[in-house]
């Protein structure tokens, strides 16, 4: 079982950054993928960022062009997202999804853990 614990939302103007991170916990191995998604009311969680363990990256559109990078620090089993140039679009609550294998998750359904999420407001 792995739990996995979001930190680092809040609060920001537009133009502003925020740091987010995703610490997780248990299971036997570290694992293989762990994703970033976002959710505003009445929508599916839509995906972000991902990162693999070795540090095989892929962005969605909208991400990269925020300028947001994700990290991963694995002996530490963390990642972190920095976002910059954040907009009001950017609000939401940002969920942190662990899929253990390497098969390519294809959406949210492929995660096997989610964490409890973090919201972030941009304010206008």
């Known amino acids: 079982q792995v739990q996995l614990v979001e930190s680092g939302g809040g609060l920001v103007q537009a133009g502003g950054s925020l740091r987010l991170s995703c610490a997780a916990s248990?299971?036997?191995?570290?694992?293989?993928?762990l994703t970033w998604f976002r959710q505003v009311p009445g929508k599916e969680r839509e995906f972000v960022a991902r990162i693999n363990r070795e540090g095989g990256i892929t962005y969605n559109e909208a991400a990269a062009k925020r300028r947001f990078t994700i990290s991963r620090d694995n002996a530490k089993n963390t990642i972190d997202l920095q976002m910059d140039s954040l907009q009001s679009e950017d609000t939401g609550i940002y969920y942190c999804?662990?899929?253990?294998?390497?098969?390519?998750?294809?959406?949210?359904?492929?995660?096997?853990?989610w964490g409890r999420g973090t919201q972030v407001t941009v304010s206008s």
């Open positions: 999804a662990a899929a253990l294998g390497p098969r390519i998750p294809r959406g949210p359904v492929d995660y096997d853990y």
């Open positions: 248990g299971g036997t191995s570290s694992p293989y993928f």
